[in-house]
């Protein structure tokens, strides 16, 4: 295995001997091969990729997908049936809740034990303790036992023990859905950082964590890969599929993911002669729609376009930040829609959704039907944020039902695109327009 590599599996497959009755595990050993007693179940099948030096890779799959059982023996808990994995460096693993841990040995005793599993001598690990006693933040628990902990507790003292242990590779699997928001961002904060010189393989259900932290996904589903590439373009065949499921045969995904469309078309803003004299502009430069981009649904409706307008109903192609604004999504219903729901969100360029909304709840005691052929048009009109400078896109999406329970009709992904060349906000993910803002002294 190259130098460059930290962890390749190639044709890796677990399989286990289901037996139905205890006895039959006895007459398997006694047949000497010569007759089975059991059903084989694979739990994973000719799954194969790599990690390079550096490279943080996520891993998408549904519970019971197989993510855990390929994580094990990247970790070498469990040995593969089939192929080889091979790792390049030391491996600090945050799998389930206390692994590694002896709920009847103190925190202190744990941290000694599990750093030294990962490769630490005694002396090292009391040399760290005080720092990692620090990062966990569990107090007096530290010297009681384990089992008295909460999963909170459980996922501080494991994070704050592989923080500590010098780990070429980090394997992260779920383990941050238990903690507090506080510790969740300390760990983040740390992840950040290990990503500039290790590897990192990040298992969530969160796609925006996956497209905010990872250089590539995959995607697995019944054992098997599905999908292999840019953390994006997999976060979203990912959710498509959860959609997908029980949606009838109608559901197809289609569409391709491309740079911003501009076709030239020019639109007159009022505002222009502000927008280039301003000394302090949040210059928003706005993308034609786009409506071959990526998109999944049964298509009983269809998007048709997704414009930005001033209060007055004209078309922007420029926007400021902080002036109230129209979306207007218009859609075209190809059934009868007795409760259609349109809905948005405004993503930044990591897939992570600033802001967004939809028609349910305006709507949920008298919602407004269609009929096949009409034409549906929903406005949202608010307050535009600021934003730092940078690409933003917009997504939207026609539905039918409630909103637990509905069919999606037509889901776009980056209908619409636009930049932020110019910006006065430079902190955070966006900026509040303030109505007024005070300071006084008595």
């Not at 034990?113 to 760290?128: C, F, N, P, Y």
């Not at 059934?335 to 909304?357: A, H, M, S, T």
């Not at 709840?361 to 600021?386: K, N």
Request: with cysteine; charged share 25%; net charge negative.
């Amino acid at each position: 295995m190259s130098y460059n590599i930290a962890v390749s599996a190639q044709g890796v497959g677990k399989r286990y001997n289901i037996f139905r009755k205890p006895e039959d595990r006895l007459k398997q050993m006694l047949s000497f091969g010569r007759k089975k007693y059991y059903a084989e179940y694979w739990a994973l099948q000719n799954v194969s990729f790599e990690v390079a030096r550096g490279e943080t890779l996520g891993i998408l799959g549904r519970n019971g997908a197989g993510k855990s059982t390929l994580l094990q023996m990247i970790c070498g808990i469990l040995r593969p049936t089939t192929g080889t994995v091979q790792v390049n460096g030391r491996i600090a693993a945050l799998l389930e809740l206390g692994a590694g841990f002896n709920p009847e040995f103190t925190g202190r005793e744990n941290v000694f034990l599990a750093a030294t599993i990962l490769g630490l001598e005694h002396w090292q690990v009391a040399e760290r303790f005080e720092a990692i006693a620090e990062f966990a933040g569990i107090g007096d628990f530290m010297e009681q036992p384990v089992k008295l902990y909460s999963s909170g507790m459980y996922a501080r003292l494991a994070f704050a023990v592989a923080a500590h242990v010098d780990a070429d590779i980090l394997v992260v699997d779920e383990i941050l859905a238990v903690g507090d928001a506080a510790f969740t961002q300390k760990c983040m904060r740390f992840i950040q950082g290990f990503r500039e010189h290790g590897s990192l393989l990040f298992v969530s259900h969160d796609t925006g964590s996956i497209n905010n932290l990872c250089d590539r996904a995959i995607w697995i589903d019944k054992g098997e890969m599905r999908g292999e590439g840019p953390a994006k373009d997999i976060a979203f065949s990912y959710i498509a599929s959860l959609y997908g499921d029980g949606e009838g045969d109608g559901f197809q995904i289609g569409g391709e993911r491309k740079a911003p469309v501009n076709q030239g078309r020019r639109v007159d803003d009022p505002r222009r002669e502000m927008l280039e004299s301003s000394q302090k502009r949040n210059d928003i430069e706005v993308f034609d729609f786009d409506p071959n981009g990526p998109w999944f649904g049964d298509r009983g409706a269809t998007i048709l376009d997704a414009r930005l307008l001033d209060v007055e109903g004209r078309e922007l192609n420029a926007v400021t930040g902080g002036e109230e604004v129209v979306l207007e999504v218009r859609a075209e219903a190809h059934v009868d829609l007795e409760r259609p729901i349109v809905g948005f969100y405004i993503k930044d360029k990591l897939g992570q959704n600033l802001f967004g909304d939809n028609t349910f709840l305006t709507y949920a005691t008298a919602p407004v039907a269609a009929r096949d052929g009409e034409l549906v048009v929903a406005r949202f009109h608010f307050q535009l944020p600021f934003l730092p400078t940078g690409d933003y896109s917009v997504n939207v999406a026609i539905a039918n039902g409630t909103q637990t329970d509905h069919v999606q009709h037509h889901w776009m992904d980056d209908a619409r695109f636009f930049r932020v060349t110019a910006s006065h906000f430079a902190k955070g993910i966006l900026g509040i327009p303030m109505l007024d803002i005070e300071l006084t002294t008595a």
